[in-house]
């Protein structure tokens, strides 16, 4: 079983939104750090948003009032809504675990997805 896998990405305008999903494996429970990360062409990997085991979140601020990072335990999902899409939201978004506490310019995680594309057009 993947570790972890993304889903929900695509196209949309700007000033829409957008829910990725992020499949989490059997293996991935209990006390992990989680986040999505995001990496536009010719930039670095960015950090857009994390939660831990208790559902404390941070965002970056690019991002901050305009996403919301979730997820439910039931269906061991993590989720990552995005709101108020701009041109510059677009990117390769991955998500992200870890054990560990989980702080808010945290990069180092043992399990990556394969990524998933949005683009944001105008």
């Known amino acids: 079983q993947v570790p972890l896998a993304e889903s929900g990405g695509g196209s949309v305008q700007a000033g829409g939104s957008l829910r990725l999903s992020c499949e989490l494996s059997?293996?991935?429970?209990?006390?992990?750090?989680m986040a999505w990360f995001r990496q536009a062409p010719g930039k670095e990997r960015e950090g857009v948003a994390n939660?831990?085991?208790?559902?404390?979140?941070a965002y970056a601020d690019s991002v901050k009032g305009r996403s919301t990072i979730s997820k439910d335990i039931a269906k061991n999902t993590l989720y990552l809504q995005l709101n108020s899409l701009k041109l510059e939201d677009t990117a390769m978004y991955s998500c992200?675990?870890?054990?560990?506490?989980?702080?808010?310019?945290?990069?180092?995680?043992?399990?990556w997805g394969q990524g998933i594309q949005v683009t944001v057009s105008s």
């Open positions: 992200a675990a870890g054990v560990g506490y989980c702080y808010p310019s945290r990069t180092q995680f043992t399990y």
């Open positions: 939660i831990d085991n208790l559902g404390n979140t």
């Open positions: 059997d293996q991935i429970y209990g006390d992990y750090c």
